[in-house]
């Protein structure tokens, strides 16, 4: 026996290196995804759920879960990747299916009327919804974990795996960003309280999603991993453009 067979070698790490591009890349992606989501919001009429141009936004709202998904920077795998996506389509239905809004929250002489009504029940749909999700993917996570021959690295397994639906899922929030600006009956107070208060959640997450990217270790061979980083703030920003516009219509 050689004196090379008979030394234990260390464990290599399989894990890959944390992304090799700079902060700015992942931060131009954040930009990128801020400017379109705004200016198909800006568009006349994306207002109404039932209009084509809402049915713009949502469209660039599920190419963010795509995109998410296949350069996903999260140690998850395909599996994990595909119950987002299937999540956060299901939340996206929810936004901007009124119908399922009027079924389950219809209120007799409630305030709203009209357009405004089928828009502050689909928000109530949507929490509604993603109170739900969120419950499925933490009991899918846990099954799926209890499922694994070896259960190494459980924490954070479960960690990525529940952090990468719940993007997805706070991502469809991002369909009420047309009524959070063209919603005539909110008060201009609120609506500006509702949008500074997203603002300062969206520059909070990109300041921590430095802090993520740093510490990075993606799976190996994932395709350009900067670019999932830079969509995961906006992805999760998402949540706050939903609650905030749900907040408006109750005030």
Request: proline letters at 6%; a positive charge.
């Amino acid at each position: 026996m050689t004196e090379a067979q008979s030394v234990p070698q260390p464990h290599s790490d399989m894990r890959a290196r944390a992304p090799q591009r700079p902060f700015t890349w992942p931060l131009a992606v954040q930009a990128a995804a801020y400017v379109v989501l705004i200016a198909l919001a800006c568009l006349p009429g994306s207002g109404a759920v039932s209009s084509s141009t809402f049915s713009v936004t949502a469209f660039a709202v599920a190419a963010i879960i795509v995109l998410f998904a296949f350069f996903c920077p999260l140690r998850d795998g395909v599996p994990g990747s595909v119950t987002a996506v299937v999540l956060g389509f299901v939340a996206m239905v929810c936004a901007s299916t009124p119908f399922l809004g009027q079924f389950v929250f219809e209120r007799q002489g409630a305030p709203h009327a009209g357009v405004a009504n089928a828009q502050y029940t689909s928000a109530a749909a949507w929490c509604a919804g993603v109170a739900g999700l969120l419950v499925v993917l933490v009991v899918a996570a846990f099954i799926r974990q209890m499922a694994r021959p070896q259960r190494t690295d459980m924490i954070v397994q479960l960690a990525h795996m529940v952090t990468d639906g719940v993007a997805s899922i706070a991502a469809s929030g991002w369909c009420f960003l047309p009524m959070l600006f063209h919603e005539a009956s909110a008060a201009d107070a609120w609506r500006i309280v509702c949008v500074v208060v997203v603002v300062a959640g969206a520059v909070a997450l990109a300041v921590v999603s430095r802090l993520w990217y740093r510490e990075a270790q993606p799976l190996p061979g994932a395709r350009a991993a900067w670019i999932g980083f830079g969509l995961l703030p906006v992805m999760l920003t998402g949540a706050l453009v939903g609650i905030a516009a749900l907040v408006m219509w109750l005030v």
